[in-house]
């Protein structure tokens, strides 16, 4: 299992780091081509068969361009099983775009006053926590937002401690089988954020452990963090005394008008969910992660092309919507120095967005999910893609690649052609 656990959760990042390469799988040989797409009927007929030709069970796409959200469309199927078609009200996760979300309140909080970008964590949470390995270093508010806080992701822990089957799930299928028994993933409770990540970072949790520090001082050294981006969600909640999804739902989701979005899978009918598949043949059961705030925002394609919009809005200085031009500034303000991010993944660092070729973007990966969101970081268009294809596992991966190559492909044919 270790060598498993560590394969998939670098299989994870290194997709979220790097969509370069091409597919040579038979399946998607047979997917076409974008090719002269002009208008939204072209964009309809390739996505329409570009999901039938493909491994993709289901996509939600959302385009703005301008001040509109000039697109919106959805393909597939939520649950094959059961031919229920993907709409633009079909409940989806969107693993780690949820970032998005940690970096918008963060911005927020720090608006309001509740800390700045150079406050030291310590000052905030209720318990010191100490890197062992640098136990003189300052850990910062913004080194969480740039993944350079040294505070990492135990790759064993992380998966089977973290992600779990939500009790009442059927456990003897399959998928519940190959996260089970591959993974050592468990069907349990949800612990609070709290819980958890003190359970990790903690030195006497029972996660606790060497491996979850890097020794190098804060600020230096670039790793993604999962963990210390759920830590962020906790900085949120332990400054404001509001719980995270309850602050986020307040100062994002309502402003907004997000009305089917949430942080707390309590709130949602999971059996309206896109169904999340390893393979067409293989879906999985409904599971969560305790550190939620880095992979857990439920939403849906109408609901995202609403908050696509405001960033597209907010990154040229036309929103205050959520807060002052100021604050939007910040939330996508470079914050690392030239060459502290690895060039494979990008130029630079805002709050948890990052750029590269003249794009702000973040992508999403885990079981049974592949999403991406990006923005021309002179707001001029942007495009959200959510799916539930896995591209975790061995073998899915490239196939993910491919396909989202050629949405991106289409994409930008449509804004051309419609300029």
């Given at each position: 299992?270790?060598?498993?656990s560590?394969?998939l ?5 290194s ?11 038979d399946?998607?040989a047979?997917a ?6 002009k208008n939204?009927?072209?964009?309809n ?15 939600a ?9 000039v ?11 059961n ?5 633009n ?5 969107i693993?780690?775009v949820?970032k998005?979300?940690v ?14 970008l ?5 000052d ?14 300052v850990?910062?508010i913004?080194?969480?937002?740039t ?6 992701d ?6 089977a401690?973290?992600y779990?089957i ?5 456990i ?9 028994n591959e ?10 954020l ?20 890097a020794d190098?001082?804060p600020g ?19 400054a ?5 999804d309850d ?9 907004l008008?997000m ?14 969910m896109?169904?999340?598949y ?8 409904v ?6 705030p ?5 939403t849906t394609?109408?609901?995202?092309g ?8 907010g990154i040229?200085g036309?929103?205050?919507?959520l807060?002052s ?27 948890f ?10 992508g999403g990966?885990?079981?049974g ?25 061995s073998g ?9 190559e ?14």
């Amino acid at each position: 299992m270790t060598t498993l656990s560590r394969i998939l959760l670098l299989s994870i990042l290194s997709l979220i780091l790097s969509l370069t390469s091409c597919s040579t799988n038979d399946n998607e040989a047979t997917a076409p081509e974008p090719s002269s797409i002009k208008n939204a009927a072209d964009l309809n007929a390739y996505l329409g068969e570009l999901v039938q030709t493909s491994s993709m069970p289901g996509l939600a796409i959302s385009i703005v361009k301008g001040n509109s959200i000039v697109y919106q469309e959805s393909f597939g199927y939520a649950n094959i099983q059961n031919q229920v078609a993907y709409t633009n009200e079909t409940i989806n996760s969107i693993a780690s775009v949820s970032k998005t979300f940690v970096g918008t309140a963060v911005a927020k909080a720090i608006e309001q006053g509740y800390f700045t970008l150079e406050t030291d964590i310590n000052d905030i949470l209720p318990i010191q926590l100490i890197n062992p390995k640098q136990p003189d270093g300052v850990i910062k508010i913004k080194h969480l937002v740039t993944h350079t806080s040294g505070l990492l992701d135990n790759p064993e822990v992380y998966l089977a401690h973290n992600y779990h089957i939500l009790p009442g799930e059927d456990i003897t299928t399959a998928g519940a089988g190959l996260l089970m028994n591959e993974l050592g993933i468990e069907q349990r409770e949800t612990f609070t954020l709290e819980e958890f990540l003190a359970n990790y970072f903690l030195e006497d949790g029972d996660l606790y452990s060497l491996d979850n520090f890097a020794d190098t001082p804060p600020g230096s050294t670039w790793n993604y963090s999962n963990l210390a981006t759920g830590l962020s969600g906790y900085i949120v909640e332990t400054a404001t005394e509001q719980s995270f999804d309850d602050y986020v739902r307040q100062n994002i989701l309502q402003p907004l008008q997000m009305n089917a979005s949430t942080y707390d899978i309590s709130e949602i009918n999971t059996d309206e969910m896109a169904t999340r598949y390893i393979n067409e043949d293989t879906p999985l059961p409904v599971y969560a992660n305790d550190s939620y705030p880095e992979g857990s925002m439920y939403t849906t394609n109408e609901d995202m092309g609403k908050y696509l919009l405001d960033m597209a809005k907010g990154i040229k200085g036309e929103s205050t919507v959520l807060f002052s031009k100021d604050s939007y500034g910040l939330l996508f303000a470079p914050q690392l120095a030239a060459g502290t991010v690895p060039q494979d993944f990008a130029e630079n660092h805002g709050l948890f967005w990052y750029f590269q070729d003249g794009k702000a973007l973040h992508g999403g990966n885990s079981f049974g999910i592949s999403t991406h969101m990006e923005i021309d970081q002179n707001g001029n268009s942007g495009y959200v893609l959510m799916t539930n294809m896995d591209a975790s596992f061995s073998g899915n991966i490239q196939d993910y690649i491919a396909v989202k190559e050629k949405v991106t492909t289409a994409i930008t044919e449509f804004l051309e052609a419609t300029e």
